[in-house]
């Protein structure tokens, strides 16, 4: 069974940090081929912040989210992580965790299969 829940959003003031969790079945959480943090604004379309390939480990970062974001895993838990500093007012967004079950490119939101419902992030100047 597929599932995907995030949780740890909240509001923040500019500079300050936030760590966003994202609880997957055991299923999701090993068989997928990567997962990702995605956002959406109002208005706007949503967009790829980050990616980890389940395989290799290997991370993806957008220019907006390098330098300040962490993506992890921890494996004791099944939950992707997204650790997320120095927060500016631009970051404000509804975040969400994605999957992708096969192989392929993981930078774009057409390419995943499985999202949670989102949790929200404000960050005021």
């Known amino acids: 069974q597929v599932q995907l829940v995030e949780s740890g959003g909240g509001s923040v003031q500019a500079g300050g940090s936030l760590r966003l969790s994202c609880a997957a079945s055991a299923y999701t959480y090993y068989s997928s081929h990567c997962m990702g943090w995605f956002r959406q604004a109002p208005g706007k379309e949503r967009e790829w912040v980050v990616t980890?390939?389940?395989?290799?480990?290997?991370?993806y970062y957008a220019d907006s989210a390098r330098g300040r974001f962490t993506i992890s895993r921890d494996n004791a838990k099944n939950t992707l992580y997204l650790q997320m500093n120095s927060l500016k007012p631009d970051d404000t967004a509804m975040y969400y965790c994605?999957?992708?079950?096969?192989?392929?490119?993981?930078?774009?939101?057409?390419?995943?299969?499985?999202w949670g419902q989102g949790t929200q992030v404000t960050v005021s100047s």
């Open positions: 994605a999957a992708r079950s096969i192989s392929g490119v993981c930078n774009v939101k057409e390419a995943y299969d499985y």
């Open positions: 980890i390939y389940t395989g290799t480990r290997s991370t």
